[in-house]
C-alpha cells in the first residue's frame, strides 16, 4: 500500500541519548517534512525537504537534525534527547513544494523522553 | 504565511450536515486552502483543497466566496466516525519562493452525538 511508513512506532528514550527517527515514503514525492504534535499546541514544523539532497529550518528546528540522501527517506535525529521532546512526531510528504497538492501522513512516532 | 481563524470546537448530531467556517483575511494571491482531518493517534488525513468558488468530492465540500477571506467546509449527514480535530490551512504556493510549509492552527474540535 502506498503511503508512508514511520519507525518505531513509539519509543522511551533515555535523556542524553541519540535517537534516529526513521520515515520512507514509496510515492516518489518530492517534499517531505517532519512535524510535531503536542496538547494544546497543535502540529509545528521540525525541518523539511523540498527534494533529495536539500533541506531546511522550520518552525521549532533546535535539537534535530535531517538528511535526504534519497527521494524516499527523511530520517529526524535528535542528538541528544531532552524530556520537552517528548512529543507525537509525524513525517509527512508532497508531491511538490508548491501549494497545488496536498500533504500525506504517516502515522506518527509517540516519544517519551524520560 | 496566512494566519487561519477557526472554532475550537463544535457539536453536532447524527445526520445532520455541519459547517465549519475558517477565517483567513490576510490570505494571498497564491495560496490554496486546504482541510485535512485527523482522528486520535492518526496522522492527518487530506479532505480537500480549493482556490476559489466551491470544490466538491466524495467526503466534504469547500466553499470559497469571491473575496477568499474565508472557508466553508461542509459535511454531508455526519457520523460518529466523523467525530475528528478538522484543520483549516493556507499555504503559499508561489513556485520557487522556497518551501511550501503548512501551518497547523489548533484545529476545529468536532463531537458527532448520537
Known amino acids: 500500500i502506498a503511503g508512508i511508513t514511520q519507525a518505531p512506532t513509539s519509543q522511551i528514550l533515555a535523556a542524553g541519548r541519540r535517537m534516529t527517527l526513521r520515515c520512507t515514503q514509496d510515492m516518489r514525492h518530492n517534499a517531505m517534512y517532519w512535524y510535531r504534535q503536542d496538547l494544546g499546541l497543535g502540529l509545528r514544523l521540525i525541518h523539511y525537504?523540498?527534494?533529495?539532497?536539500?533541506?531546511g529550518k522550520g518552525e521549532v528546528p533546535d535539537g534535530y537534525s535531517v538528511s535526504r540522501a534519497n527521494t524516499d527517506d527523511f530520517p529526524l535525529t535528535l542528538a541528544s534527547a531532552v524530556p520537552s521532546q517528548t512529543s507525537v512526531y509525524f513525517c509527512?510528504?508532497?508531491?511538490?513544494?508548491?501549494?497545488?497538492?496536498?500533504?500525506?501522513f504517516g502515522s506518527g512516532t509517540r516519544l517519551t523522553v524520560v | 504565511l496566512a494566519k487561519t481563524t477557526q472554532p475550537i470546537s463544535m457539536d453536532s448530531y447524527e445526520g445532520q450536515e455541519v459547517n465549519i467556517t475558517c477565517s483567513h483575511n490576510?490570505?494571498?494571491?497564491?495560496?490554496?486552502i486546504t482541510w485535512y482531518q485527523q482522528f486520535p493517534s492518526q496522522g492527518p488525513r487530506f479532505i480537500i483543497q480549493?482556490?476559489?468558488t466551491k470544490v466538491t468530492n466524495e467526503v466534504a465540500s469547500l466553499f470559497i466566496p469571491a473575496d477568499r477571506k474565508s472557508s466553508t467546509l461542509s459535511l454531508p449527514r455526519v457520523s460518529l466516525s466523523d467525530t475528528a480535530v478538522y484543520y483549516c490551512?493556507?499555504?503559499?504556493?508561489?513556485?520557487?519562493?522556497?518551501?511550501?510549509?503548512?501551518?497547523f492552527g489548533k484545529g476545529t474540535k468536532l463531537s458527532v452525538i448520537p
Open positions: 509527512a510528504s508532497s508531491k511538490s513544494n508548491t501549494g497545488g497538492y496536498g500533504y500525506t
Open positions: 490576510n490570505i494571498a494571491t497564491n495560496d490554496y
Open positions: 525537504s523540498n527534494t533529495a539532497g536539500t533541506t
Open positions: 480549493g482556490y476559489k
Open positions: 490551512l493556507v499555504g503559499d504556493g508561489r513556485r520557487g519562493a522556497g518551501s511550501y510549509q503548512l501551518t
